[in-house]
């Protein structure tokens, strides 16, 4: 399994630790999408399934994924730096 599949399992099933580590990614690589973006990575939800419920995303859909990514990284190093990521 390659490094974005394991962060994205790891979001799906995140401690309460990695929770607060999460949304402060997304914050720093994402201001203005953090609950979108948050909310995507620990739920699984897309885009188009999050505006087709309603949700109000100020961003086009190859932009949102380009913020996902970059909070994934961002997720990465955090977790790294506070010794939370176990290869």
Same mark, same amino acid.
């Given at each position: ?17 990695? *929770?607060?580590? =999460? ?6 690589? %994402? ?6 973006? $948050?909310?995507?990575? #620990?739920?699984?939800?897309?885009? *188009?399934?999050? =505006? ?6 100020? %961003? ?6 380009? $913020?996902?990514?970059? #909070? ?16």
């Amino acid at each position: 399994m390659d490094l974005q599949k394991k962060l994205i399992v790891k979001c799906r099933n995140l401690e309460q630790q990695d *929770r607060f580590h =999460l949304f402060q990614s997304a914050i720093s690589a %994402a201001p203005g999408l953090e609950i979108p973006i $948050y909310e995507s990575l #620990t739920t699984g939800s897309g885009y *188009r399934t999050m =505006l087709n419920i309603g949700k109000q995303i100020p %961003a086009k859909e190859d932009d949102f994924y380009a $913020y996902r990514r970059k #909070t994934l990284a961002t997720f990465y190093d955090r977790l790294r730096l506070f010794g939370r990521w176990k290869d």
